[in-house]
């Protein structure tokens, strides 16, 4: 996909044998390098241009302007309008939401790798994390559960915290809660499988599908989870 100079690479993940129909995922591979073009920058609302100027740091902005412009063009394509005229906006807990009826969809964005998941019927939820080993010691046992804790604590501590993480974030984004405010409300645990095991320690539990997705590249990982439980 090109966005008008800048260096995007984006793949559709085939994600069909895990998912029910209706739900679309893509990988945007980017050039951190590559200024950012104006056109690019012209295809976002004020608001989101407002977002990211508060980036501090070139690569961020470029993170964000792309994997938003790119959103607007799979977006706009999917309802036959223009991308620079969809209205996008935060919707509860700042997931963006669009403001007319449409599909549901879901970002994230980390180091050079960025995920868009387009729903057709159900509120979804994305993650990607490029693992970092200053994080896994300090962050165990603040943010995770006692399961979790005893998951990560193997002979691949970095990769098992961050396929947790990314689970964990996806199945919250996919909810449109609060991540801080709900790390505790479930474990996810990964299975030798892409699967995960979920175990809710809240009442009702949600009736959730939360999946890692293989993005066929080593100290990566990414999830993705969708919300069936009823409204």
């Given at each position: 996909m090109s966005l008008d100079g800048a260096r995007v690479r984006c793949r559709q993940l085939d994600i069909r044998p895990l998912y029910i129909s209706g739900v679309a995922v893509w990988h945007l591979l980017l050039d951190l390098t590559a200024p950012l073009p104006s056109a690019v920058w012209a295809?976002?609302?004020?608001?989101?241009?407002?977002?990211?100027?508060?980036?501090?740091?070139?690569?961020?902005?470029?993170?964000?302007?792309?994997?938003?412009?790119?959103?607007?063009?799979?977006?706009?394509?999917?309802l036959g309008q223009s991308a620079g005229a969809l209205q996008i906006?935060?919707?509860?807990?700042?997931k963006p939401v669009l403001q007319a009826a449409g599909p549901q969809f879901n970002v994230s964005h980390a180091g050079q790798h960025a995920?868009?998941?387009?729903?057709?019927?159900?509120?979804?939820?994305v993650d990607v994390e490029v693992h970092d080993?200053?994080?896994?010691?300090?962050?165990?046992?603040?943010?995770?559960?006692?399961?979790?804790?005893?998951?990560?604590q193997g002979g691949e501590e970095?990769?098992?915290?961050?396929?947790?993480?990314?689970?964990?974030?996806?199945?919250?984004?996919?909810?449109?809660?609060?991540?801080a405010d709900h790390?505790?409300?479930?474990?996810?645990?990964?299975?030798?499988?892409?699967?995960?095991?979920?175990?809710?320690h809240i009442q009702p539990a949600r009736t959730m599908q939360l999946k890692r997705l293989d993005l066929g590249m080593a100290g990566v990982s990414a999830a993705l989870a969708l919300d069936l439980s009823p409204p």
């Open positions: 295809e976002l609302s004020e608001a989101e241009q407002a977002a990211c100027l508060r980036y501090r740091q070139p690569a961020d902005r470029l993170r964000y302007a792309s994997t938003r412009a790119t959103l607007r063009q799979l977006l706009g394509a999917h906006q935060p919707g509860a807990h700042g995920l868009i998941a387009i729903s057709e019927t159900h509120p979804v939820g080993t200053r994080h896994p010691l300090t962050l165990l046992a603040e943010a995770y559960t006692p399961m979790e804790q005893a998951h990560c970095v990769a098992a915290f961050f396929d947790v993480w990314s689970g964990k974030e996806a199945l919250l984004k996919a909810w449109g809660v609060g991540v790390l505790a409300s479930v474990t996810v645990l990964p299975q030798a499988t892409l699967d995960y095991l979920l175990h809710w």
